[in-house]
């Protein structure tokens, strides 16, 4: 199983937008709606930011929203702050009851 | 509040073996299904491979790359998940982090709650 592919950086100013995708296949992230994103600062375990392809858990800002078309899924974070600079990974469930990460993606804030 | 807690890295020969272990608190551990992910220095997320609960069998599954010398075991009676690694060879240095989705989230999806992750450092 190959890992989804996500661009390996991602930058916008503060209050701005940024938009990151992660490509699967037609066996994961097309077939499943089981795509999630989680946020991972340096030295810190990676934090889950939206599950089940458009979910939020509690206490994940509502500037965090995730999409899907096809096999391609998008996490947005909306009016960037500092404290969202870090980096993202997406996940999706490739069936037989195996998961895979994305590539990751290190998102600036300029 | 969920709590995992791993332990059980270190320093290990090429071609040794470790037994890492994640003990967990917060939710109802039997009822869960637990998962390994590691993360090498500097790379990114690779998921590992999870257990079921005991009343979904108990079925472990693992990644390709770590099939043959990865077991993925659990204790209900101790609330403890543990990943025995053989042979270990210098490709497996990583921090080794345990996570769940609890018993809230979907299994197959949502990685909700982590450990700080315990290293392993192969030395050839």
């Known amino acids: 199983q190959s890992a989804l592919t996500q661009p390996p950086s991602a930058s916008g100013s503060p209050g701005q937008s940024v938009t990151i995708s992660c490509t699967g296949t037609?066996?994961?992230?097309?077939?499943?709606?089981?795509v999630s994103w989680y946020q991972q600062h340096p030295g810190k375990a990676p934090k889950l930011m939206i599950y089940?392809?458009?979910k939020r858990p509690s206490g994940v800002p509502n500037r965090f929203s995730g999409s899907k078309s096809g096999s391609t899924a998008s996490l947005t974070v909306s009016g960037l702050q500092a404290e969202d600079e870090a980096d993202y990974y997406c996940?999706?469930?490739?069936?037989?009851?195996?998961?895979?990460f994305g590539t990751g993606t290190r998102v600036t804030v300029l | 509040e969920v709590q995992l807690v791993e332990s059980g890295g270190g320093l290990v020969q090429v071609g040794g073996s470790v037994t890492l272990s994640c003990a967990a608190s917060?939710?109802?551990?039997?009822?869960?299904?637990m998962t390994w992910v590691r993360q090498a220095p500097g790379k990114g997320l690779e998921w590992v491979g999870r257990?079921?609960?005991?009343?979904?069998?108990?079925?472990?599954t693992y990644a390709a790359p770590v099939k043959a010398r990865f077991t993925i075991s659990r204790d209900d009676s101790r609330n403890t998940l543990y990943l025995q690694i053989y042979n270990l060879q210098t490709e497996d240095t990583a921090v080794y982090y345990c996570?769940?989705?609890?018993?809230?989230?979907?299994?197959?999806?949502?990685?909700?709650?982590w450990g700080h992750g315990t290293m392993v450092t192969v030395s050839s």
């Open positions: 037609s066996s994961d992230v097309g077939d499943y709606n089981y």
């Open positions: 996570t769940t989705g609890g018993d809230w989230f979907d299994p197959y999806d949502a990685f909700a709650f």
């Open positions: 089940e392809v458009t």
């Open positions: 917060g939710f109802t551990f039997n009822y869960a299904w």
């Open positions: 257990i079921q609960s005991k009343t979904d069998g108990e079925t472990t």
């Open positions: 996940s999706s469930y490739a069936g037989n009851n195996i998961n895979v």
